[in-house]
């Protein structure tokens, strides 16, 4: 049986995108059920109702970066009544509490573009360019309380190149993402 993944994200999707591709390739035996955003206007939303895939807006409240709880508790419920098995976090901006995690331990994922432990946080792809790193790349990592620190599931590596701007660097590391994201899922569905 196929199994049910939701997806949130906060900005174009991209990553949501290589997790359809890879459905409809035959790489990934599941189904995304929801797709869910904290921007109303975000592509991510999009990509998924030109789909067919419910796309839902969750408000919470004007906050910048915070995640309230009451939304996570509500996002949490709706969720497990769509019978959720693993969440694929992929852009999104916020971090994911206690509501979240006890509702799918060991069940959420992100995807981060940086080789964690190193460059937690915002625009890793700068952080690295700006510390002089060789090499980078992209984390997909089981998500807990903090910031980017969970265990880690797979990684892929990305050099840095002369000349390299945030924006190539970033680009560079995207395509490694979307290989590594389906691969990561597929991993972490054969350990559930
Ligand atoms: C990705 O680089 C991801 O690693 C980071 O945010 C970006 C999201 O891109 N957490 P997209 O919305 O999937 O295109």
Redesign the pocket.
């Known amino acids: 049986m196929s199994l049910r993944l939701a997806v949130l994200?906060?900005?174009?999707?991209?990553?949501?995108?290589?997790i359809f591709n890879a459905i409809d390739d035959g790489r990934l035996d599941a189904e995304v059920v929801l797709v869910l955003s904290d921007h109303e206007d975000?592509?991510?939303l999009e990509r998924a109702r030109q789909r067919g895939v419910p796309a839902e807006y969750m408000d919470c409240g004007g906050f910048r970066n915070k995640f309230p709880l009451e939304v996570q508790e509500a996002v949490a419920a709706r969720l497990q009544e769509l019978q959720v098995d693993l969440v694929c976090?992929?852009?999104?901006?916020r971090l994911v509490k206690e509501p979240l995690l006890k509702a799918f331990p060991r069940r959420i994922l992100?995807?981060?573009?940086a080789l964690l432990p190193n460059f937690p946080g915002v625009e890793?792809?700068k952080q690295a360019l700006d510390a002089g790193a060789k090499q980078t790349g992209?984390t997909v990592h089981y998500v807990d309380a903090g910031m980017d620190t969970g265990e880690i599931l797979m990684q892929a590596y990305v050099p840095v190149l002369s000349g390299d701007t945030p924006e190539s660097l970033?680009a560079r590391?995207?395509v490694q993402?979307h290989i590594l994201y389906p691969a990561a899922i597929l991993s972490a569905i054969s350990r559930l």
């Not at 994200?9 to 290589?18: D, R, T």
């Not at 976090?89 to 901006?93: D, I, N, V, Y």
């Not at 992100?110 to 573009?113: E, Y």
């Open positions: 994200g906060s900005g174009s999707g991209s990553n949501c995108q290589s975000a592509y991510i976090l992929a852009g999104f901006m992100n995807i981060h573009p890793a792809w992209c970033h590391i995207q993402e």
